[in-house]
């Protein structure tokens, strides 16, 4: 154990199965007893310097120790358009859509200044309503087999704590555009709420709500992560589900010969039984090259679609918690990669592929 300025506050998610743990530099009035995770804060185990609210993309793999616990080895590197892969560290803790890419606005921003606004949001964690308050953490972008770090020996790794990015959370809660008006039949939000008068509301987190500071809202797919198309929140994107398992089931009764009375039960059915919604982060871990085990954790999950015990969680993660990953088995290596329910026609998935990741603790 060694000696750190620091406290935890812990809880209780579901049905007691899932917990957040935070961490914060503001409590100075006594040290307490800290377990050695591997964290990245500079002069805790690692030597980059990350100011505070910004974000950097280290050239070449870097190094994070635990006193008496080991070290890891964070692969990382930059890429041509601007993205990186694998763990970026970043202090950001962005909660709501930047206000430079509103409408109306008085000036059109530019392209390198929508950039900079959505690569604030990427590489932002979503901590809810309070601050971020663990410092320096790692913002993880998967790109194959690309996102992984490596031990100096192997290891157990009994956990990591994982949350989503600011550019996830909103996606995934309001879609690429919000506004006071949802189209039922799109369940995007329209941009007007009639003619040319724009559909305003206030960006979420943002107490103020001063009509004057009200807008549309958007977060751009600048990377092209969802092929061309606005994402539609997940909450949309089952109801869509549900609506075309509903009418399909409906047509196939009708062909069927069933009666109007049996087709429409037939397409209730359908539709109270189809189901759609899940991001899933997945983690491998292997010894010296050879598979130990596969660990799953679901950062965002709707009923009925995860096997028990998540078979009814109905979450999109808002705050840091934990992922067990012991069932891995003594490793010197884990990989990260991610799923998630949104994909195109060729199977590819649309969810921007970050999420956010601290606190390695081995053991």
Not at 15 to 23: E, N
Not at 63 to 82: D, F, L, Q, R, S
Not at 276 to 282: A, S, T
Request: glycine share 8%; with cysteine.
């Amino acid at each position: 154990m060694k000696k750190i300025r620091k406290y935890f506050t812990i809880t209780l998610l579901a049905a007691g199965a899932l917990f957040i743990y935070s961490c914060t530099d503001e409590v100075k009035e006594r040290e307490i007893d800290f377990p050695n995770d591997i964290t990245f804060n500079e002069g805790q185990g690692i030597s980059i310097n990350v100011p505070w609210l910004t974000f950097v993309v280290p050239d070449a793999p870097y190094k994070a120790t635990a006193y008496h616990y080991g070290e890891v080895t964070m692969n990382v590197k930059k890429n041509a358009n601007g993205t990186h892969t694998g763990f970026a560290l970043s202090s950001k803790n962005y909660r709501s859509y930047p206000w430079l890419t509103r409408k109306p606005i008085t000036i059109t921003p530019s392209a390198s200044q929508i950039k900079e606004a959505v690569d604030s949001s990427i590489y932002s964690v979503y901590s809810g309503t309070y601050p971020n308050q663990l410092g320096t953490f790692t913002v993880v972008r998967v790109d194959g087999d690309d996102a992984f770090f490596s031990i100096d020996q192997p290891r157990v790794v009994e956990h990591v704590i994982v949350a989503n990015t600011n550019y996830n959370f909103q996606l995934l809660n309001y879609g690429s555009r919000y506004s006071s008006k949802l189209n039922a039949t799109t369940q995007m939000y329209d941009e007007y709420s009639s003619g040319t008068t724009f559909a305003t509301v206030r960006n979420p987190n943002i107490p103020d709500a001063a009509p004057a500071k009200f807008a549309v809202w958007y977060l751009p797919d600048i990377y092209n992560f969802g092929g061309g198309q606005d994402y539609i929140r997940l909450a949309g994107q089952q109801i869509l589900h549900k609506i075309e398992a509903g009418r399909a089931a409906g047509i196939a009764a009708r062909l069927a010969g069933k009666t109007k009375a049996q087709a429409t039960a037939d397409s209730t059915a359908a539709y109270t039984a189809a189901v759609k919604g899940y991001v899933k982060l997945i983690a491998k871990g292997y010894l010296n090259a050879t598979l130990t085990g596969t660990s799953e954790y679901y950062i965002a999950l709707f009923p009925g679609i995860a096997p028990a015990p998540f078979d009814l969680w109905n979450t999109i993660q808002g705050a840091w918690a934990k992922w067990d990953l012991s069932s891995l088995g003594l490793v010197n290596k884990v990989v990260f990669n991610m799923d998630s329910s949104d994909k195109d026609g060729t199977g590819k998935m649309r969810t921007p592929p970050y999420f956010c990741l601290d606190g390695i603790r081995l053991k």
